[in-house]
Structure formats: C-alpha cells, structure tokens
C-alpha cells in the first residue's frame, strides 16, 4: 500500500486545483463532463472513477504523488498494457505543452532513463505483482531526435521555462552524438524527412548557435542556463571529435572558425 494521506491536507487540495484548472480546459475539449469529473477524481486521489478509466501515461502524468516512490507504485500496481511504456517515456523526451509541463520534469526524466543513452531502457519495478520489469529499445537515431527539437525550441522560444530537462541533463543528448554518422547529412541533401535526415537538421539549428545565440523570441526563462549547455556543448565536441562522423567534424570545425572569427571583431 502507498499513504496518500497527504491529499486530504486542505493546503495540498489548493494547490492541486490550480494546477487541475488548465489540464481541465485542455481536456474539455475530447471528454464528456461525467468523464472530465472521473480524470479530476483520479488527479486528487488517485483512485479510478467508474466512467473514465485513466490512460496508463495518465497516470503516470496525474499520479497524486510524484516522485519515484508514487511512480513505482503506478507501475506496479495500476499500469495494464506494457507496451504503454513507450509512451510514457516518449512523453519525457519530447516537449510539453504549457498545461502539462509541471508533470515532465526533470525528477521524471531522472527516474525514468539512464544518465546516458543505453539501448536497452528498463523500469525499475515490474509491472504487476507477478510481473517482469518493462522493456523498451530505443533507436538511437530516433532518440536523438526526440531530444533534439525540443531541446532546440529550449534554446530558442524558452520552451522548459527555468528547468528545461533536456538541457539540465544535457549528457544523454552528447552520449547520442557518436551515432550521427554522414548519411545524416546526405539524406537532408537529399530531402528525405525521416529521424535519418532529421538528426542532421537538428545539429544544423543547434550546433552554430554556440557561436551566434540569438533567440527567436524573447522569453523570461533563464538564459544562463542556455548558455551554459552552449559552453558545455562545445567543450563535449571537442572530448567527442574523434568519435564523430566527418560531416559533424566540419559543421563543428566552421562554426569554431565562425566564433573565433567574431571574437577576433570583438
């Protein structure tokens, strides 16, 4: 059993309801009213209503307590179909959208993936009490890109406000970096749009900022955290160089001449 006490505290029930108003009106717009009441049933208390059942990367997201003792908890006691873990850990990789950004964070990201990227992604409790533990394999080429386009509207738009995961824990994206290979860069020539072709466009947008940050967009979230993944970026292609593919050498040697460059015009 796992105490969820701690819900009945009317200071805690507050602030759960600020944070239920946006996901409700994000979720109005595909549920009924009697479902709606069933999802927010399960948001306070983390019991199921009779209705609605809540999605496994539900809730993962909406769990009452979240840190790795209630997510432990979910896995092994209320998650029904493995193949959901996919989901649940495609979720932590990519963006989210404002509603929902209090749920990913980087407490989840750390519970969830290994300090660098493995092949092998495992869960750290079975699923069930008879249960094995969950199984995913990850693509490296395709894991590359779910971390990089959020990552790049990071340093761009301010995406992740002042925690933004994938710059925070930046190694696993650098642990990705000796797997782009040439074909990256010739399936973009080339105009294929696929997780090949898009690692290369990703680097194309990220690794030149290290010379030229420049934001899209104004936005308050901390840039000293932007620019310090930038400083460490630059220092890990260095480590890296002789690990990468020739075509990730060049864009890194032009963008190194690029800043060596503006620094000489002061």
Avoid at 76 to 103: C, H, M, R, T, Y
Avoid at 220 to 246: G, N, T, V
Avoid at 247 to 253: A, E, K, N, P, Y
Wanted: proline share 6%.
């Amino acid at each position: 059993m796992i105490d969820l006490s701690f819900t009945q505290d009317p200071q805690w029930i507050a602030q759960r309801e600020e944070l239920w108003a946006p996901v409700e009106k994000r979720l109005k717009k595909e549920n009924r009213k009697k479902e709606l009441l069933d999802i927010k049933q399960y948001f306070m208390t983390g019991v199921e209503g009779q209705v609605k059942k809540v999605s496994d990367h539900g809730k993962i997201r909406f769990f009452p307590l979240q840190n790795p003792k209630g997510w432990d908890y979910v896995i092994a006691n209320q998650l029904k179909d493995p193949k959901s873990f996919k989901f649940i850990v495609d979720l932590i990789f990519q963006g989210s959208s404002e509603e929902f950004e209090p749920f990913d964070t980087v407490e989840k990201w750390d519970y969830f993936l290994d300090p660098v990227f493995e092949p092998i992604l495992t869960s750290r409790v079975p699923m069930g009490r008879d249960g094995e533990k969950l199984t995913l394999e990850l693509d490296p080429l395709e894991t590359f890109c779910r971390v990089a386009q959020p990552l790049d509207d990071a340093l761009r738009l301010g995406d992740g406000g002042d925690k933004p995961r994938w710059l925070l824990r930046s190694a696993y994206f650098f642990s990705l970096l000796p797997y782009i290979t040439d074909e990256c860069f010739a399936a973009l020539e080339r105009g294929e749009v696929d997780n090949v072709s898009s690692c290369a466009f990703f680097l194309n947008s990220i690794v030149p900022q290290i010379a030229d940050y420049q934001p899209e967009e104004e936005f308050e979230a901390d840039k000293e955290i932007r620019l310090q993944f930038l400083a460490d970026f630059a220092a890990k292609l260095d480590e890296l160089y002789p690990q990468l593919c020739p075509r990730l050498q060049q864009l890194w040697d032009d963008t190194k001449a690029e800043k060596a460059a503006q620094e000489a015009e002061g």
